[in-house]
């Protein structure tokens, strides 16, 4: 038989052994079954039978077998690497991009890890062939921020059937729970009623006509930013949606909705609401061309969300009234839930992400933290 380097052994992943799955070593054998032993055993001894041992060699194989004996007891994970596959939506906002920063720094190679990211460039079809990939490479981890909510039975239930754990991280999805074994990500909705609640708050009595630029289509943060600011806006017979169109989260995106809506609705409109930051970029330049003044000296209340870094410059200079934030720092936490499982521990279903809001200079708010250099010299992204 082929000599096993016993200072090599070959990797297990322990996630193999916890699913019952057969750990496998790199050239596929299954580890662990007796003919491995045996064929090493068989092939020092088959000698005996022509009587050719002599004493001193007979004492240093058995030196060997115990050696291989003992090493069999403890094998050695030389590099041992989780392998996590990342489903990420894309590359389409300054969001995106420091969430995908975040999940290469937590899941380093240091860490154990090897991170299998694919970016599938907000395309839905495309983020489904991803995971269809990761489940065919049978990762140990599967990590899906989805692209649409709906739509994801059918391959859940594929990674399901391959014992292959999977993480719904940032959005939700409209599938039961049981088809997906955590939940690591930000309630959209909470953050649509704290942009309400703080119009509310900031406006007093006066009449809002509201332009709403929202997120990708299907998107759970966008129809959770949606609903929840809608249900906010239901309580004010004095607000007026005049038009909510999708942007697709991106500045060009927010460029040209604004850009129409000016056509349609100039002179109309007080209040302007992005679904994220890069939207609100794109509103901006439009609004700067055509003449339109906006933030704390303006005449358009500006409503943004994300709160990245250039969100919340553009609120420390008021030109973002309120910047709704909605956390994309969540590697750790999906990361603690991995190794949870990993130790077959228990874990949480369900890991919320906390968000808060920032609000220009000037504005005093219960919903929202006033901006200063200071609290944007602190932030992480
Ligand atoms: C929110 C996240 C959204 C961000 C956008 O949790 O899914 O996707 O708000 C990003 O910037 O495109
Ligand atoms: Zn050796």
Redesign the pocket.
């Known amino acids: 038989g082929d000599h096993r380097d016993l200072h090599s052994f070959p990797t297990r992943r322990s996630s193999d052994l916890k699913n019952g799955r057969k750990a496998e070593t790199a050239n596929g054998s299954v580890l662990n079954e007796k003919p491995m032993a045996g064929a090493t055993c068989k092939s020092i001894f088959s000698k005996r039978k022509r009587g050719i041992i002599t004493m001193k060699k007979k004492l240093a194989v058995m030196a060997l077998a115990a050696a291989t004996l003992s090493m069999m007891a403890m094998p050695v994970y030389a590099d041992d690497l989780v392998t996590v596959g990342y489903a990420q939506?894309g590359h389409?906002?300054d969001?995106?991009t420091a969430n995908t920063q975040n999940y290469q720094d937590v899941f380093s190679e240091d860490a154990g890890y090897s991170l299998d990211l694919v970016d599938c460039d907000n395309d839905n079809a495309a983020q489904l062939e991803a995971v269809r990939t990761f489940i065919s490479k049978d990762m140990d981890y599967i990590v899906i921020?989805p692209i649409q909510s709906a739509g994801w039975d059918t391959v859940l239930q594929e990674a399901q059937d391959a014992g292959i754990p999977v993480i719904i991280a940032?959005?939700e999805i409209e599938a039961s729970d049981d088809l997906y074994d955590a939940w690591v990500?930000?309630n959209?909705t909470n953050e649509g009623i704290t942009a309400g609640n703080w119009l509310a708050e900031y406006l007093g009595d006066k009449d809002a006509n509201i332009l709403v630029i929202e997120?990708s289509v299907g998107?759970s943060?966008a129809l959770g930013r949606t609903e929840g600011f809608n249900q906010v806006a239901g309580e004010h017979d004095n607000w007026k949606i005049l038009d909510s169109q999708s942007g697709d989260?991106t500045q060009a995106g927010g460029q040209e909705v604004m850009e129409s809506f000016i056509k349609s609705y100039e002179g109309q409109f007080n209040v302007v609401i992005c679904q994220?930051d890069?939207e609100a970029y794109g509103a901006m330049d439009a609004m700067d061309a055509a003449g339109i003044t906006y933030g704390v000296d303006g005449d358009v209340t500006l409503i943004s969300?994300?709160a990245t870094h250039d969100g919340l410059q553009y609120t420390l200079d008021g030109k973002i009234n309120c910047d709704v934030e909605?956390n994309p720092i969540q590697a750790e936490v999906v990361k603690g839930v991995i190794e949870k499982m990993q130790a077959g521990e228990e874990f949480e279903k369900t890991t919320l992400v906390e968000d808060q809001a920032f609000v220009a200079p000037g504005i005093e708010s219960e919903y929202a933290t006033t901006m200063t250099d200071e609290v944007l010299a602190g932030r992480a992204y």
């Open positions: 939506v389409e906002s969001w995106r921020a940032d959005r990500g930000t959209t997120g998107a943060a989260f994220n890069n969300f994300d909605c």
